[in-house]
């Protein structure tokens, strides 16, 4: 009987053992995955980039399609220093974490607002640039004259689903109605604005100036002073803290030296904003 009952003391403990080194195991494969895909990136010479319809950091060409803008000519340029070719993936702003906590993409470079709920889902970069938001709405619209008009029963405000803009509308404008859009196309809440299904339109400052511009019907209404300013930035998966350093590292380089801001000369700056470095003599007397 003793021998039975020690038997099975010793199984147990065996099986415990076993289960903790398993768990051990499990574990360093999981990190090992999460911070060495710097390592399979370069092995493999390719990178999946992981982007989001939003000129004129990313667009794509309607007559050639071939992909475009500063964010895209820039990360080209980040991942031809190291002899990496990037590969494109679409994704949309209520998919693209998941695509970076699946495995699908190893980042994604959507100009996307630094909240604090996605920074639990996600690791940002440090911030590239600080985006404002506008509002379009029609062009003879007299109940809206400030922001806080936006907040009553009735009002219809459209916003990109999984948008930050999103969020900002649900907090500040409660008493509103929500239109969601799940759409890449920056453009369509204000185009819900032209075609009378929405009263107001809420994204980028950027957007909203172009929108407006070619839409006699609409009107910027903060064309002069964009509103909620945030910092923007890149996304990796959770814990993938290698790639996340050479991010930062490769951004840090292009912001610094002015090559970022060469790449964008092209582009009308409106609603977006730099963080000005201001640099003095090392070790000074």
Request: with cysteine; aromatic share 10%.
């Amino acid at each position: 009987m003793k021998t039975l009952e020690f038997a099975l003391r010793r199984g147990v403990q065996r099986s415990l053992v076993g289960l903790v080194l398993l768990g051990t195991l499990l574990a360093a494969s999981w990190n090992a995955s999460a911070e060495g895909s710097l390592d399979r990136i370069l092995h493999d010479k390719k990178v999946r980039v992981g982007w989001i319809a939003s000129p004129p950091q990313m667009m794509k060409d309607p007559a050639s399609g071939k992909l475009e803008g500063y964010y895209v000519e820039a990360i080209r340029e980040i991942f031809k220093e190291i002899d990496v070719e990037p590969e494109f993936i679409e994704t949309n702003f209520a998919s693209f974490v998941a695509a970076l906590q699946s495995d699908q993409i190893d980042l994604c470079i959507a100009s996307t607002f630094v909240t604090i709920k996605r920074a639990a889902v996600v690791d940002f970069t440090r911030p590239i640039l600080y985006l404002a938001y506008s509002a379009v709405v029609r062009k003879n619209e007299k109940r809206f004259a400030k922001l806080e008009d936006f907040n009553r029963a009735g009002i219809k405000i459209a916003v990109l689903l999984g948008g930050s803009s999103q969020d900002y509308v649900r907090k500040n404008f409660p008493k509103a109605e929500i239109v969601a859009l799940n759409t890449t196309n920056q453009t369509a809440p204000f185009i819900e604005v032209a075609s009378g299904r929405v009263d107001v339109g809420i994204n980028d400052a950027w957007s909203a100036k172009r929108f407006a511009a070619n839409q006699p019907s609409v009107r910027d209404m903060f064309a002069t002073s964009p509103y909620n300013v945030q910092p923007t930035a890149w996304t990796v998966r959770k814990g993938n803290y290698e790639l996340l350093n050479f991010l930062n590292a490769a951004i840090e380089t292009l912001l610094v030296s002015g090559r970022f801001e060469q790449l964008a000369t092209s582009y009308d700056p409106s609603g977006r904003y730099k963080e000005v470095v201001t640099l003095a003599p090392f070790a000074a007397k």
